[in-house]
Each structure stands twice: as structure tokens, then as C-alpha cells.
């Protein structure tokens, strides 16, 4: 799951949309961008309301929560967290506080 959090809402937004929204193109087009430069180029030409397409953008830990929930809900059995934001540890810890203590995680035993 792609998201991005932040402590407020327009930050979240511009984290998503500065790191993310070259990766919002849909196949075919994405098969055949041959060039990082070239996707940055067409990358100057998706707006910031474009990444709620693609990314999950909220400043609320209990509304990520709710997300995740409901894809448990609908049967995922393994739920991966990717923030696209390169701040990692605001992240980690309130997801590790507030998001994951809401959701029924069980860890696998070791193999």
C-alpha cells in the first residue's frame, strides 16, 4: 500500500505529489517511457489531487487506520506499508503508536 502521512494534510499532499507522481502513469503509457527524463517530463504535468488515485494521503493516523482495516476486510492476509516520503521516522513512529496498535496484526512465525 502506497501512502503518505504527515502532521498535516497539505504536507502529506506535497510529499505524495513530490515523490510519487511518477509513478502514477497506467500501462501502456508507463511500459513505454524509455527515460527517467522522460517521465519527469511528463510528471510536470500531473496535479497534486491526482496522487489520492494512487497513494493514500492523510495527516490522520486513525483514517489510515480504517484503510488498512478495510483491506483486511476484504481479504488481504499480508498488508506491506510503503511511505513514499523520504522522512521515514515520523512515520515509523506514529504508525507504530497510533495506526498498527488499531488493527489486528498477528506476526508470522518464523519459517
Partial sequence: ????????????????HDQWRTNVFSPPLCWDIDSVETFDEAAKHVPAEAMRDSVQISADPDRH???????AEIGFDEIYLHHVGQEQQ??????????LPQLDVTPKPPR
Avoid at 502506497?2 to 506535497?14: C, I
Wanted: hydrophobic share 55%; aromatic share 12%; net charge negative.
Fill in 65 to 71: 487506520a480504517a484503510w488498512l482495516h478495510h483491506l
Fill in 1 to 16: 500500500v502506497h501512502l503518505s502521512y504527515a502532521g498535516d494534510e497539505d504536507t502529506a499532499l506535497r510529499i505524495a
Fill in 90 to 99: 515520523e512515520f515509523l513512529d506514529v504508525f507504530g503508536a497510533k495506526v
